[in-house]
């Protein structure tokens, strides 16, 4: 079983910059892909960024440019850099990790808020 533990969120003006941060219980190697949800309210889960073992990199339409995903294997850790905030990111963040097919990993989640 893995745990994942986002932090990272907060309350941010818009044009402003956060970094998320998800941590894992174990070793990330075998996580595969990795990536980043968002839910905002009254909306389904959508897809953010995710990233694969060899670095390969999905990110959705419309945060292109702006958030960028990495993982740092040693850490067991996997970061969302987000810039240029917009108020329409405002969201739960959810961290997500699988291994193979069939099993999935979610954290808890944490709260980005952005003011215009």
């Known amino acids: 079983q893995v745990q994942l533990v986002e932090s990272g969120g907060g309350l941010v003006q818009t044009g402003g910059s956060l970094r998320l941060s998800c941590a894992a219980s174990?070793?990330?190697?075998?996580?595969?892909?990795m990536g980043w949800y968002r839910q905002a309210p009254g909306k389904q889960r959508e897809l953010v960024a995710t990233?694969?073992?060899?670095?390969?990199?999905v990110y959705a339409d419309s945060v292109k440019g702006r958030f960028t995903i990495s993982r740092d294997n040693a850490k067991n850790t996997v970061y969302l850099q987000m810039n240029s905030l917009k108020p329409e990111d405002t969201a739960v963040y959810y961290c997500?990790?699988?291994?193979?097919?069939?099993?999935?990993?979610w954290g808890q989640g944490t709260q980005v808020t952005v003011s215009s």
């Open positions: 990233i694969n073992s060899a670095g390969y990199t």
């Open positions: 174990g070793s990330i190697l075998s996580l595969n892909p």
């Open positions: 997500n990790a699988q291994r193979g097919v069939y099993v999935a990993y």
